[in-house]
């Protein structure tokens, strides 16, 4: 790596966000250079690694067998109060597959197929500062093997995640709230018995906030994780997840792996494009913020990022009017559901043991065509007024 690099587009960041932005940047023509801090993609994991089949659609690629640990299909929801709501085929008509991905294999071929694309990729390289140059372009200073190293860019797109730190550098706040921010930490189990859909157990003195996941990875193995809200718990992540291991359901289960990290589950970034900057993924707070789940939000917005900043490039203008077509195009495709999530995510924290267990008899006597955020809401709305009155102009 040189000491002093130019390019048209720097991306920062190779997860899931960052390495479809590259690639879709650089299929669009630009010169493009993407960084990570890592020395390997994709380790360590910090995901449950549960997915739709719909991200593949997104990712416009075919799914790698290799990325693949375990196909599901339906969910059990487990209220406070131990009722179990069985989402599978008996109690929903079109029931959505998903799968339990690799994410060590899956982010790793990523990054390669960017690479292929034609991005240059850097690893071991972390953005450390930026700034605004003269000219018009936009630099940043990022370290690689302990070397100070200085790459300028006509845009940079920020795929650094949930601790991104591009944005205050050019005078955009990033910071998120602590009571948007989920705690999670998960071990990786074997000997599981009893391996079937995804699992997700609620309550307060389960998961104050969140929820615990089994997310089975092969027929004796499962990520079981915890996520948490600090503000509304006594005890941190940990504790809760492993009061959980002592529960009959886990049983005989054997420790393999552990891992912890933060998710956003705020609102967006106010506007996540400003003159020669998009953000995308948890660096551009783009996360279904009642799971949690953001590979799929940051697969699409990464695509969005890379379509529009290729295009700017090509156009020869690099300014917040013409990147601001990359928020469209995410704002018509899943916005509205987002803004419906984060409301309803604001209720579901405060609701009460009794409240969720209202919930889950709302629940089991519904059947449903589809399986959905929003379809969950709709059944439970009609339980609990507060859902209800927030939601009506919505659902
Ligand atoms: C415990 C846990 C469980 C989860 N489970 C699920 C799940 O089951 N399904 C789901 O959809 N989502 C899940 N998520 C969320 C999901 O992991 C993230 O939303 C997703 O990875 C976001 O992708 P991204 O590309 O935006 O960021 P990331 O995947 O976080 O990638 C960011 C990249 O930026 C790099 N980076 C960071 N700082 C710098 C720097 N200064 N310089 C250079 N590089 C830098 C990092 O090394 C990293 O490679 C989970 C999260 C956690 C913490």
New binding site residues.
């Given amino acids: 790596m040189n000491k002093h690099m130019e390019c048209d587009i720097l991306v920062?960041?190779?997860?899931?966000?960052?390495s479809t932005a590259a690639r879709f940047a650089a299929n669009g023509g630009a010169k493009v250079i993407a960084?990570?801090?890592?020395a390997e993609?994709g380790t360590p994991i910090?995901?449950?690694?549960?997915?739709s089949k719909s991200v593949f659609e997104k990712l416009e690629l075919e799914p790698d067998p290799n990325w693949l640990r375990k196909e599901v299909s339906g969910v059990k929801l487990i209220a406070p109060n131990g009722k179990v709501i069985d989402l599978d085929e008996s109690k929903v008509s079109q029931v959505a597959y998903g799968y339990v991905l690799d994410r060590k294999v899956f982010?790793k071929d990523l990054v390669g197929h960017a690479a292929r694309a034609g991005a240059e990729i850097y690893l071991k390289?972390?953005?450390?500062s930026g700034e605004r140059l003269e000219n018009g372009l936009v630099r940043a200073h990022?370290r690689h093997f302990g070397e100070d190293v200085v790459i300028d860019a006509k845009i940079i797109i920020a795929?650094?995640?949930?601790?991104?730190?591009v944005g205050p550098f050019f005078g955009v706040k990033t910071f998120v709230p602590l009571k948007y921010m989920e705690s999670?930490?998960?071990y990786e189990m074997t000997n599981m018995r009893d391996i079937k859909g995804l699992e997700m157990y609620f309550g307060h003195d389960v998961a104050p906030g969140g929820y615990v996941?089994v997310?089975p990875k092969s027929d004796n193995s499962a990520n079981v994780?915890v996520?948490i809200i600090p503000v509304h718990s006594e005890h941190k992540a940990k504790y809760y997840l492993d009061k959980f291991l002592e529960s009959p359901r886990m049983e005989g289960a054997r420790f393999v792996e552990l891992?912890?990290?933060?998710?956003p589950v705020s609102k967006p970034l106010k506007k996540t494009y400003a003159d020669n900057i998009l953000f995308?993924?948890?660096?551009g707070r783009i996360?279904?913020p009642i799971?949690?789940?953001?590979?799929?939000?940051?697969i699409s917005t990464?695509k969005y990022a890379g379509m529009v900043a290729s295009d700017a490039i090509r156009n020869g203008k690099t300014d917040a009017d013409a990147l601001s077509g990359y928020e469209d195009l995410w704002q018509d495709d899943f916005g509205k559901r987002l803004d419906v999530l984060y409301k309803a995510q604001e209720i579901f924290v405060e609701m009460s043991d009794d409240e969720l267990n209202d919930a889950a008899d709302a629940l089991s006597k519904v059947n449903f065509d589809k399986i959905s955020e929003i379809e969950i809401l709709k059944a439970i709305a009609k339980t609990n007024i507060k859902l209800l009155i927030k939601l009506k102009s919505l659902i």
């Fill in positions: 920062v960041g190779l997860g899931p966000g960052g960084i990570d801090k890592r993609i910090q995901c449950a690694e549960g997915v982010d390289t972390r953005f450390v990022a795929a650094d995640g949930v601790a991104s730190r999670c930490v998960q996941w997310f994780g996520g891992n912890a990290g933060g998710v995308v993924g948890d660096a996360v279904n799971t949690g789940g953001g590979i799929s939000t940051a990464g």
